[in-house]
């Protein structure tokens, strides 16, 4: 929130003539380029200031402006006039016996709003999984996240601050302890349907004078909103994933609702422009839920070794397009379930049977609900999707403290 203050007028002799709301401006909400605008047209200052205090804020975590020692007084009394830092409030941090860690975050200063992050350690990399919505629009059969509704877009700085707060616990200092490698726009919400402030944010998180992460490093996952995925292609160089889960309509337009307006094929045209579009780009991961007798059958594998097979002919590359195999990770009052080992197995080597690199994605945190698909926040709905998931609930004699 940006706090409001009173600044009074005065005349030219110095006497008040009016009281003037000034708002003072959350940093976290800017980027490399809208931080030196406003070190020059709001302070007056050279744009080296604001490359310092960018420093300070994502190398060092500092939010408070007299901490900042090589800033002169003047300029620091200027940035307490028309500035402030402003991170996520933590409700609380759940560490997993697996070495994930999940944050739930306050969004917003009334606290009826929250979202989750989710930190997972591997061997060679630290990903955190971000989120770009309270809630999530979009209604995707087999989502935890679905179940609460929507609220709002959270702000770049709401975006930025999951990461902020992420580094500050890991201790990570960019270039020189990384221990947040990857950041995938995984979490609550749809990223696409957020494009200004998730492009915003995942432009922080690649600047040297942010987190210095590596475009490659950086993946934003969508469900196929394809008018956003090509301009995202003109915008921003990250990974692109794209939350596949059916090579069909029929089946796809179940599982993921926005199919509907976007099938498919329209899909699959829009990821080979975006793969077109920059050299730099050399590949799409498909990610696929499986579930058991929904979608892991081998007339569905079959079906989506076609669909990968085409797409490789089309970019003359066969892993232009690689698939992430998602086992289902089950929450309170789903109808959905886990596809069983020897089903997910048998899927998988009948994809690489067919020269598609496939990968299968291990089950994380789940212990503390933090695995893919399971992220849930504090949602105030604006639609009536909550309402009617904790229906289902009591009439399946669940508590509705499930949802």
């Not at 009052?333 to 994809?351: N, V």
Request: charged fraction near 25%.
């Amino acid at each position: 929130m940006k706090e409001i203050v009173l600044i009074p007028s005065v005349t030219t002799t110095g006497e008040p003539l009016a009281t003037v709301a000034v708002r003072k401006q959350n940093l976290l909400d800017l980027d490399r380029g809208g931080l030196e605008r406003f070190f020059e047209d709001t302070l007056g200052e050279k744009r080296f200031r604001a490359h310092q205090v960018m420093k300070w804020i994502h190398h060092r975590y500092v939010t408070d402006f007299d901490e900042m020692t090589d800033l002169g007084k003047p300029l620091r009394a200027k940035l307490q006039q028309h500035a402030e830092v402003v991170v996520p409030n933590v409700v609380f941090d759940k560490p997993s016996a697996d070495g994930t860690h999940k944050w739930l975050l306050s969004m917003g200063a009334d606290g009826k709003n929250a979202i989750e992050t989710v930190y997972i350690p591997d061997k060679t990399r630290g990903t955190l999984c971000v989120s770009s919505q309270v809630g999530c629009a979009l209604n995707c059969q087999f989502c935890s996240t679905a179940t609460q509704g929507f609220n709002r877009n959270l702000s770049t700085a709401e975006i930025i601050g999951q990461v902020w707060v992420a580094a500050r616990h890991l201790g990570n200092v960019p270039a020189q302890i990384r221990r947040l490698t990857n950041v995938v726009m995984m979490g609550m919400g749809e990223p696409l349907a957020n494009f200004d402030n998730v492009v915003r944010a995942m432009s922080i998180m690649r600047d040297d004078l942010g987190y210095g992460l590596a475009s490659k490093r950086v993946t934003l996952s969508t469900a196929g909103m394809v008018p956003m995925i090509d301009r995202l292609s003109t915008e921003s160089d990250v990974s692109l994933a794209v939350s596949l889960h059916a090579a069909e309509d029929d089946l796809r337009s179940e599982l993921v609702p926005l199919n509907k307006k976007y099938p498919v094929e329209q899909l699959m045209a829009a990821c080979a422009r975006y793969l077109k579009a920059s050299p730099k780009r050399d590949s799409i991961t498909f990610e696929y839920t499986l579930m058991r007798g929904v979608n892991d059958q081998p007339a569905h594998a079959r079906a989506l070794a076609r669909l990968m097979r085409s797409f490789g002919n089309q970019m003359q590359s066969r892993e232009a397009g690689k698939v992430n195999l998602i086992p289902f990770n089950p929450f309170p009052g789903t109808r959905y379930e886990r596809s069983d080992e020897t089903s997910i197995r048998a899927f998988q080597k009948i994809l690489l049977d067919a020269q598609v690199l496939t990968m299968v994605r291990r089950t994380r945190g789940d212990d503390i609900d933090a695995a893919c698909g399971q992220l849930k926040g504090q949602v105030m709905d604006r639609t009536r999707r909550q309402a009617e998931f904790k229906r289902h609930l009591r009439e399946q004699g669940l508590d509705d403290a499930a949802a």
